[in-house]
């Protein structure tokens, strides 16, 4: 797979001071957002949500890195953690909870999607992968139902320009629509 190309702009519109030595890159790229809806209530679909994508219990990778692992063990450790497609939730922010409290219920819940095996193959490739490995997923609710958002990793990722990159980033893609179907099946 050919990654998609890239509007590169160097020190146009630079947004850092213009009276230091440090210069910016700024690329410019279209990005897919891709919303299913669920016919599932919110606190439903989260859960169902939930099961797909476990928790990453951060305890994990603290005693990996203190006993100074070897990688081969970091890949066991994360293969008995993830959910059925390979992912884990590396983070969930209930911010709906929090703006709830400006006056009317919020229902809105993002995580940040990946697995560290999978990114660790992209960031070693390029280091700026790191900004969107992991990836967000919000699950939201509005007058019209219950929804699944997230934008594609290989939109995102492709913005880099690399060929491998962007062949790992399209198969998370299929991945997390396999993920996001089931958890928003009716079965």
């Not at 928790?55 to 994360?78: G, M, P, Y």
Request: with cysteine; proline share 5%; net charge negative.
């Amino acid at each position: 797979m050919e990654a998609p190309a890239n509007t590169i702009r160097t020190n146009d519109s630079d947004p850092l001071d213009s009276s230091t030595d440090t210069s910016a890159s700024i690329v410019t790229f279209e990005a897919t957002r891709i919303t299913i809806d669920s016919p599932h209530d919110f606190v439903t679909t989260r859960a169902r949500f939930d099961d797909l994508v476990p928790a990453f219990d951060q305890l994990v990778a603290v005693e990996l890195i203190l006993r100074n692992s070897e990688w081969s063990e970091v890949e066991d450790a994360i293969a008995g953690l993830v959910g059925p497609e390979g992912f884990m939730a590396l983070s969930r922010l209930d911010h709906g909870a929090l703006m709830s409290l400006r006056a009317q219920p919020i229902e809105a819940t993002q995580y940040l999607v990946g697995n560290p095996v999978i990114a660790s193959r992209m960031v070693s490739v390029d280091t700026k992968a790191a900004l969107y490995a992991p990836f967000t997923v919000a699950i939201h609710a509005d007058e019209l139902g219950t929804h699944v958002s997230y934008t594609t990793p290989s939109s995102l990722l492709g913005s880099l320009g690399s060929p491998g990159i962007y062949e790992v980033a399209a198969d998370l893609d299929r991945r997390i629509g396999i993920t996001i179907q089931k958890a928003c099946d009716d079965a």
